[in-house]
């Protein structure tokens, strides 16, 4: 048997899982999109990776993170649940060492990480809008009915550069156009929109924060290689994109899973067969306060595992949820 | 020692006046451009309004000419402004740039004080050269104040389109070239002549919009992404309520000129602004009844965004929008206004107007009166 | 009669002696609900889009006792120092309920203005009384009494209470004070730190993580003026003194493990306030700092994430100044 590691990212855009195995070499990553469902994502994973692995794996431990990491933790079984910055953190020291500064930009959301003799040491969010983010040139590509994977390739021929000005993606949108009408270059404005999100970023999140090479970039935008010319121009360093850009938040969940049942001698892990389970999730507004909030109700083939939503806790520290749980 | 100072309106030239009387060595901070701004707000604090922004960036750009000392008015709250250069000092310390900044206020009503930092700025002890200086650029600077004040009177009138402009490029050439006040003063009165010589078309339909909100936007055309010019080649006269002579003198003499204006200004917004609140809020409130009650056709108010004052203004001005029937536009603006959506709200403004104006022709002319 | 008193803005500094004043001049006092989905909603509807989350709750407040008092309190507070002002939103608090609410009962509005002098105050105080007596010895009375309830209040919050724990007279709620490891300065308005709502729980949360929460109001006055005056200007916000002076001693302070700003979208003072400290604590100190922004579009996802990288952070750090092993040095000593 081979002792094998899950780290499952949960993110708002997509859900990625990835096997790790006790040498920390990457056997399988998985990307698929969230598409609102996460449950049905997770399950969808699982039993995808299940069939593509081979028989004498055993998961030795789960890892989870992202916005859905509680929710997919109860319901994997996860013996870590982290938020993604420190599991982000942790996959890139894993690749670089003494990576000082990381760029992470997924679809709706992006961070800076900076690391300091292997340290976490500082870090930021967005926390404005979806500037700095990939949904920023996602509207554009489909705007301009370019594929998103090629955006890098035209950016790259680009010969001058255009400037797109506005921090929000539909001013960035209305200025673009006005750039079209003036005739300018295909390529141009998508180099320019490259740049506006770099610029969006570093204004957003850069600042003050002392961006210190090595800089590693991750995350689904990562691909593409516009953006990280439009970094490395900026920024006047080399820019690495790591092996498994995308899924490293996923990565640094199995490391630090790893970690975790190394000291707790076993993994909550409840097999593959949760994805065959059904799950059912009701949600109703509590009527105890005017708060009236939004409470999600967690079932597992009927049986209550857990709740969540509450200000209060009223209802997430419910006895009778936690019987249940046990049971 | 070799000093620069922050860009608003052309104040640039009355200062460069003073310092050439005065034998003072400086540098002019490049225009604000794009760049400017640029620079401003990639060091700058995300959330802080946009003529810090400006700021910065002008004495970064300085900076790199070579200047050495900055100076600033300044002011002791509430609004943030009176607090920029603390937060400056700190970014170019982190930027690793060595520039001095003289602050010219009273610390803590010090007023010797004051005079120390005016009079190293000057290069002199000699306080009645100084005065001299002072009161020049200051006379320089409300002749400048009253050719644009005419211009955005009278440029919609204009017969051939243009002749304004180029009287005034002209001037601004001329004048960027000219040394010492004496010969500023020269060159600014001709122009007014001539300006106010140029055949106008009386017969025109033109709107009158009064321009209130937040000092630096109002004057500062790079930040208002020229509202007058915009204004007046849509057919609209404009006035603006904030001239640059009026906040050189509020800054330096603090206040108490209690001019009939001001006071005029004060009564008007007492109804619904009893205290000051920082900045030019109750003068917001007071200009925007005034121009109603002076029958100008609308009002707009321009301000940076996160602007504190201009926030409790703005959320009174609905009612005064009511009060006084006068429609009241609002235009918040930072870096990251696009002049395409700006201009199509300014449009669209006027279309209002002009179909209102419209509207009460038709309703006189109906009327038996 | 009865008074209404919005749980907002400085209610946080200042309830236990509005109240004790109105009560002992025979007054009912009301206080709005806590700040819930409801208030807040209400503020958002009925404010200017362009004020700052705190502005818009405590109009929600207002709106939440407009229609169960006969007066509701609502000082135009100005200056509460000599030299020094609040914010300019303050100043026009009056004037913007009013603009934002219809049928409103009637306000007491006096203005609090210390800017040039303390003299006024008593001047002040029988403006407010006057609204419920005209005696003036009465008024006098119930202003010392009121005075006291302040003294106390201060001298518990001194003494390592938070206003959110002392909140509804819960005094000896169990509290466990500094009994954690790790201490956290948690610096901004009081308006949004000790509103649970707005602050999305971060104290209770911090707490959960093993984490002890002191304020910039657990610190000694006199030290944190001390502080404060490092800057080359005297800054004229009361509020952006007292935090800066706190935010610079506690960077000295080597039992304070990190900084965490918590700040409202759009604050002016705050985008000064918290530019010039984030930017001395890197310069002068290692510890960790982290400025949170909150307005009504923030989700508790995000926040939550946020803590938890920090503590993660601190921890991290810790570990690794001890020589644990880390997460870091496992992983890249591999």
């Not at chain 2, 640029?38 to 000419?65: F, Q, V």
């Not at chain 2, 121009?291 to 609308?298: K, W």
């Not at chain 3, 938070?162 to 790790?182: A, G, T, Y």
């Amino acid at each position: 048997m081979r002792k094998c590691y899950l780290g499952v990212d949960i993110g708002s855009v997509s859900t990625n899982i990835i096997v790790m195995d006790a040498d920390e070499q990457i056997l399988d990553t998985l990307y698929i999109r969230t598409q609102g469902k996460p449950i049905e994502t997770i399950k969808k994973g699982l039993s995808q990776i299940k069939n593509r692995l081979d028989k004498d794996i055993e998961i030795y431990g789960v890892g989870t993170t992202g916005s859905g990491r509680q929710l997919g933790g109860i319901m994997i079984g996860a013996d870590v649940i982290k938020n993604e910055i420190t599991a982000h953190g942790i996959a890139a020291l894993n690749f670089v060492p003494d990576v000082k500064t990381i760029i992470e930009i997924g679809g709706q959301d992006s961070k800076i990480i900076l690391l300091r003799d292997g340290v976490l040491y500082d870090f930021a969010m967005n926390t404005v809008c979806a500037a700095g983010t990939g949904s920023f040139i996602d509207r554009q590509a489909e705007r301009l009915d370019i594929p998103i994977e090629e955006f890098g390739k035209w950016a790259l021929k680009s010969k001058s550069t255009v400037r797109i000005a506005g921090r929000c993606a539909v001013f960035a949108e209305s200025d673009m156009i006005h750039k079209q009408q003036l005739g300018h270059n295909q390529e141009d404005i998508i180099n320019g929109l490259c740049e506006a999100l770099v610029r969006n970023y570093l204004n957003n999140l850069g600042k003050g924060k002392e961006i210190k090479s090595p800089v590693i970039f991750q995350g689904g935008v990562a691909a593409n290689i516009g953006i990280k010319r439009a970094f490395e121009k900026i920024l006047g360093y080399e820019v690495m994109v790591p092996p498994h850009a995308n899924v490293m938040g996923a990565i640094g969940a199995a490391l630090l899973a790893k970690e975790e049942t190394a000291k707790a001698g076993e993994s909550k892990f409840k097999g593959f067969e949760v994805a065959d389970s059904n799950y059912t999730v009701k949600s109703f507004e509590c009527e105890y306060c005017p708060n009236m909030c939004e409470v999600v109700e967690f079932r597992r083939d009927e049986k209550m595992v857990a709740r969540w939503g509450d200000k209060c806790g009223r209802w997430s520290h419910d006895k009778t949820a936690k019987d249940e749980k046990l049971a | 020692m070799k000093i620069t100072f922050p860009h608003m309106g052309k104040t640039y030239l009355p200062v460069k006046a003073m310092f050439d009387d005065l034998g003072v060595e400086f540098v002019v901070p490049p225009k604000n451009s794009k760049k400017t701004l640029e620079i401003g707000t990639k060091y700058s604090p995300e959330l802080i309004c946009l003529p810090m922004k400006i700021n910065l960036g002008n004495y970064i750009e300085s900076i790199e000419k070579g200047a050495d000392t900055i100076i600033v008015t300044g002011s002791c709250g509430p609004c943030r402004y009176g607090y920029f250069v603390e937060v400056e000092k700190e970014i170019l310390k982190d930027l690793g740039y060595d520039a001095e900044f003289v602050v010219l206020e009273a610390p803590n009503g010090n007023k010797k004080e004051f005079f120390n930092r005016v009079s190293k700025v000057a290069n002199t002890k000699n306080m009645m050269k100084i005065a001299n200086a002072l009161k020049n650029g200051i006379k320089v600077l409300r002749k400048l104040d009253r050719v644009e004040e005419s211009i955005l009177k009278l440029r919609p009138y204009e017969k051939n389109k243009g002749e304004m402009d180029q009287l005034y490029n002209a001037l601004i050439k001329s004048l960027e070239k000219s040394t010492g006040t004496y010969q500023m003063a020269k060159v600014i009165d001709q122009t007014q002549e001539n300006i106010e010589s140029v055949k106008l078309d009386k017969n025109r339909e033109i709107l009158k919009v009064g321009i209130i909100g937040e000092i630096y936007t109002i004057i500062e055309d790079f930040a208002n992404i020229d509202i007058g010019k915009k204004l007046n080649e849509l057919g609209v006269a404009v006035h603006k309520s904030h001239t640059a002579s009026g906040w050189i003198f509020e800054h330096l003499f603090y206040n108490n000129i209690g001019s009939t204006r001001e006071k005029k200004v004060y009564k008007a917004a007492n109804p619904y602004m009893k205290t000051m609140v920082g900045g030019h809020g109750r003068e917001t409130i007071g200009n925007a009844i005034l121009y109603a009650e002076e029958g100008y056709d609308g009002v707009i108010q321009v301000m940076p965004f996160t602007c504190m004052p201009e926030i409790v203004a703005m959320s009174l001005l609905p009612q005064i929008q009511n009060d006084k029937n006068i429609p009241i536009l609002t235009l918040i603006i930072d870096e990251m206004t696009g002049e395409a959506g700006y201009v199509t709200r300014l449009e669209a403004y006027i279309d209002l107007l002009r179909n209102r104006r419209g509207k009460h022709k038709n309703e006189k002319m109906l009327s038996w009166r | 009669m009865k008074i209404g008193i919005p749980r907002g803005l400085l209610y946080y500094y200042y309830y236990p002696l509005w109240r004790k004043f109105f009560e002992t001049l025979g007054a009912q006092v009301l206080i709005s609900k806590k700040t819930n989905k409801k208030i807040v909603d209400n503020g958002v509807k009925n404010t200017v889009d362009d004020a700052c989350l705190p502005i818009k709750v405590y109009i929600g407040h207002v709106m939440d006792l407009k229609n169960q008092v006969d007066l509701i309190f609502v000082p135009k507070m100005m200056s509460i120092h000599k030299d020094e002002y609040i914010c300019p939103k303050f100043c026009g608090l009056p004037e913007m309920v009013r603009s934002g609410i219809k049928d409103l009962p009637q306000m007491i509005d006096t203005t609090i203005d210390f800017h040039k002098s303390k003299k006024k105050l008593s001047k002040t105080v029988y403006e407010m009384g006057n609204y419920i007596t005209k005696d003036r010895k009465k008024i006098d009375f119930a202003f010392e009494k009121a005075l006291k309830e302040h003294e106390s209040y201060k001298v518990q919050i001194k003494n390592g209470m938070l206003p959110i724990d002392l909140e509804d007279h819960k005094i000896f709620k169990n509290i466990n004070l500094h009994r954690r490891k790790v201490k956290i300065l948690l610096l901004g308005h009081p308006y949004n730190i000790y509103d649970a709502y707005l602050s999305m729980n971060i104290i209770e949360k911090l707490r959960e993580h093993n984490m002890d929460v002191i304020t910039q109001d657990s610190f000694d006055t006199k030290v944190m003026n001390e502080k404060a005056a490092i800057m080359d200007k005297k800054i004229f916000w009361s509020f952006g003194r007292k935090v800066i002076g706190a935010a610079f001693y506690a960077m000295e302070q080597k039992d304070i493990q990190g900084i965490i700003y918590l700040s409202s979208f759009g604050c002016g003072i705050d985008s000064v306030i918290a530019d010039i400290i984030e930017r001395r604590t890197r310069r002068n100190s290692d510890k960790p700092f982290i400025l949170l922004t909150i307005d009504e579009h923030t989700g508790e996802a995000g926040i939550n994430t946020r803590i938890e990288a920090f503590v993660d952070m601190i921890k991290w750090r810790g570990k690794n100044e001890n020589n644990f092993s880390t997460y870091g040095k496992n992983l890249s000593t591999r």
